[in-house]
């Protein structure tokens, strides 16, 4: 039987880091639950992912989300976009990218 024993879900595995409130991470939470589908690969015990922002709502603001699963490389995406939702959303969609390619990686070449 292929497949993880305990699958990773965003609701296990985000932290939130500086710049947000654990208030905040319901809402993250939320927005990152498209996430799910590419971490359930990936054991939760195995699986990390932390959310922060530098100089929140100020022009230039950060946020860096980073990501770590056992047996791949760190991965870290970053926004500069100014709306902070906006931001979310960037570095929710490049983590599900960069994911996705971890994964295509792994996966022995079928045919």
């Known amino acids: 039987m292929s497949g993880v024993a305990n ?3 965003v609701e296990q595995c985000l932290r939130v880091g500086a710049g947000f ?3 905040d991470r319901t809402w993250i939470a939320e ?3 498209p996430l799910d589908a590419r971490l359930a690969s990936f054991d939760a015990d195995a699986t990390e992912l932390e959310i922060s922002v530098k100089d929140r709502q100020a022009p230039g603001q950060k946020v860096t989300l980073e990501c770590w699963v056992r047996g791949l490389d760190k991965i ?6 100014d ?3 906006a931001a979310v959303m960037d570095v929710r969609d490049d983590l599900r990218r960069r994911l996705t390619d971890a994964k ?3 996966e022995p070449r079928k045919g």
């Not at 870290?76 to 976009?81: D, L, N, Y």
């Open 76 to 81: 870290v995406t970053t926004s500069a976009e």
């Open 83 to 85: 709306d902070l939702h």
């Open 31 to 33: 927005q990152f639950g």
């Open 21 to 23: 409130t654990q208030g």
């Open 104 to 106: 295509t990686r792994r």
């Open 7 to 9: 699958p990773a879900t």
